[in-house]
Each structure stands twice: as structure tokens, then as C-alpha cells.
């Protein structure tokens, strides 16, 4: 299944720092993409504590939850895509094959919510 993800996200020069504190270094416009994002997702669970507050009718808080869940597990796919298409291939050119253990591990957590 193909990602609709901005090809300019994750230009060749990628984002992944393989030292070994591992950080990773995304290009400002992905850092933006993705702090924005982050910054919606903050209102969402801000907006859930309020309805949850002012007493709301459950199932449009489960609604609102589930929206928010939806809009991390995009941000995860962002972060997922730029991981396999920048750090992952660079490791396997370099002959670290332990990261395909790493990136399956990684699946297994995602695909557990």
C-alpha cells in the first residue's frame, strides 16, 4: 500500500544520523510538518479533557478519540516512511541487518493499537 506523502518530505539528504546516539536530523520542512501536526493533536486531547469535563455524551468523545488516534498513527507513518526510506536503507547498504529486526519490532508496536 502506497503512502500519499509529500515526495519533498524526504529528500536524499535524509534524516537519520547513524551514530552512535542515534538521533535522528529531519529537514525543517518535515520538523514543521510534524510539530504541526503534533500541535493539532495537543488541541484534540485538550478538547477530549474539556468534553470530558462538561459531561459530554460518550459516544461523541469516543469519536473525538478515535480522531486523534487516527491523526498519531499519521504521524507515525510520516516518521515509519522516512525511517525505512532514509536510515533503514542506508544500515542495509552498510551491512547492518540487525535494523530489519529493529524495523519489525517497531511494526509490532504500531500494529498493536
Do not use: W
Not at 503512502?3 to 546516539?21: A, H, Q, T, V, Y
Not at 486523534?68 to 525505512?84: D, F, M
Request: hydrophobic letters at 35%.
Amino acid at each position: 500500500m502506497a503512502m500519499n506523502i509529500d515526495k519533498d518530505l524526504f529528500p536524499e539528504d535524509n534524516g537519520c544520523d547513524l551514530s552512535s546516539d542515534r538521533k535522528s536530523h529531519h529537514s525543517e520542512q518535515v520538523k514543521k510538518n510534524l510539530v504541526t501536526r503534533l500541535n493539532r493533536i495537543e488541541g484534540q486531547i485538550r478538547g477530549i479533557k474539556g468534553l470530558i469535563e462538561r459531561d459530554t455524551y460518550c459516544d461523541d468523545v469516543i469519536t473525538q478519540i478515535s480522531a486523534t488516534q487516527s491523526a498519531l498513527n499519521s504521524v507515525a507513518k510520516i516518521l515509519l516512511e522516512g525511517h525505512l526510506k532514509n536510515c533503514v536503507v542506508e544500515r542495509i547498504q552498510d551491512g547492518e541487518m540487525e535494523v530489519v529486526d529493529e524495523v519489525l519490532v517497531t511494526i509490532q508496536k504500531l500494529m498493536k493499537k
